[in-house]
């Protein structure tokens, strides 16, 4: 790259980005702690369904100090329904580590903040950039798809060894006097024009210095390696009813998947040569009376899906409970953080009974 093409590069894209942005919450602010939660919540997860997820939890949480001293389970029930928990927790822990050890000032070097739990080579130079104007690479699966275009990178990005090409490729080009409309912009440019399949290269503002473009090989890039194939789980849950209306839940272990949040009782199937009602009733230590399904539904995680079935029951008898389930009023439940996919069940049991 000539120094006449990245700064023609440059300007293209940061103009474009300053007229056309979209007006998003976290780009009325420059506060370093925001725009962290901004781009953890973005992670996996689109725009449209941040927004309201953003608000509420800078309502709650609206410095690091509330969000360090914030009870774990609050916290998550705050998450239910982003999915990917795991980003809450390390959140609240990187949150933590900046109260304790930076005096609530979230580091301005790539060196500091990458130390903090959870905070990967994008969110640092996305936070880096965006909040303090420091030229540091944010690459991302968008940023990467652009590049590979504007620049005919023919690399594999879905090997780990690929990113540095690019971290490379922006830190040549970037703006160092606009690193963050730079970065946004290319952020910008991925999400709602260079995008995965039709890209709108007509309404391209760096259309003219994409080699792909010129060369019609812009729907073949990025290169990609397909994943395994997913693995299928056979879930089975059963909402237990007792006599006097409380639900049965479960707390996941504190570790793995949807760590720590309640379910209901729930089994993996098969279940060797007991019934799905007996082997319920031999872990959780109850009988019961099972009637009818509640709802069936394939739930995709990033890297398992879980093909749910779901019935409803009455307690006859309860022996010896184990210690990670409770009895709920239909009330309480309200207030304990689910998995989307028990939320899906407790959702149409509600329509049913309530």
């Known amino acids: 790259m000539n120094d006449l093409y990245k700064k023609e590069v440059r300007t293209a894209l940061v103009s474009w980005f300053e007229e056309e942005k979209r007006d998003l919450p976290w780009r009325k602010t420059k506060d370093p702690y925001k725009i962290w939660v901004s781009e953890v919540m973005l992670q996996q997860t689109k ?96 940023v990467m798809r652009v590049l590979s275009r504007l620049l005919l990178i023919k690399e594999d990005i879905a090997k ?45 503002p760096v259309r003219e210095y994409c080699t792909a473009f010129f060369e019609g090989k812009q729907e073949e890039l990025p290169i990609k390696t397909i994943n395994k194939k997913t693995k299928i789980h056979k879930m089975k849950a059963i909402v237990v009813e007792a006599k006097d209306g409380r639900i049965l839940l479960e707390k996941r272990p504190s570790k793995g998947l949807l760590a720590n949040l309640w379910q209901f009782p729930m089994v993996e199937l098969p279940t060797n040569s007991h019934s799905v009602e007996e082997t319920i009733a031999h872990y959780y230590g109850i009988s019961m009376i ?65």
């Not at 927790?89 to 990458?114: D, F, M, T, W």
């Not at 006859?316 to 207030?335: G, Q, R, S, V």
């Open 160 to 204: 780990p060894k690929t990113k540095k090409i690019f971290e490379e490729a922006v830190m040549e080009l970037i703006d160092k006097e606009n690193p963050s409309a730079f970065n946004q912009g290319l952020m910008e440019l991925g999400a709602v024009i260079c995008t995965p399949t039709k890209p709108k290269c007509l309404l391209c």
């Open 47 to 142: 725009v449209d369904t941040v927004i309201p997820y953003y608000e509420r939890f800078i309502a709650k949480y609206p410095s690091l100090e509330s969000l360090a001293s914030a009870e774990e389970g609050e916290l998550l029930k705050e998450w239910e329904g982003l999915g990917y928990y795991s980003r809450a927790r390390n959140l609240q822990a990187g949150v933590k580590e900046v109260v304790e050890s930076y005096g609530s000032v979230v580091p301005s070097n790539r060196k500091e903040i990458s130390k903090l739990k959870g905070v990967g080579p994008y969110t640092a130079g996305a936070v880096l950039s965006i909040a303090y104007g420091v030229p540091e690479h944010a690459v991302d699966g968008n």
């Open 290 to 354: 099972k009637s009818e399904e509640i709802i069936a539904f394939k739930h995709i995680f990033s890297h398992l899906v879980w093909e749910m079935e779901s019935y409803e029951a009455l307690l006859i008898e309860e022996n010896n409970l184990p210690a990670n389930c409770k009895w709920f009023t239909k009330e309480e439940i309200e207030y304990q953080p689910m998995p989307v996919p028990v939320l899906k069940i407790w959702n149409a049991w509600k329509e049913r009974n309530l």
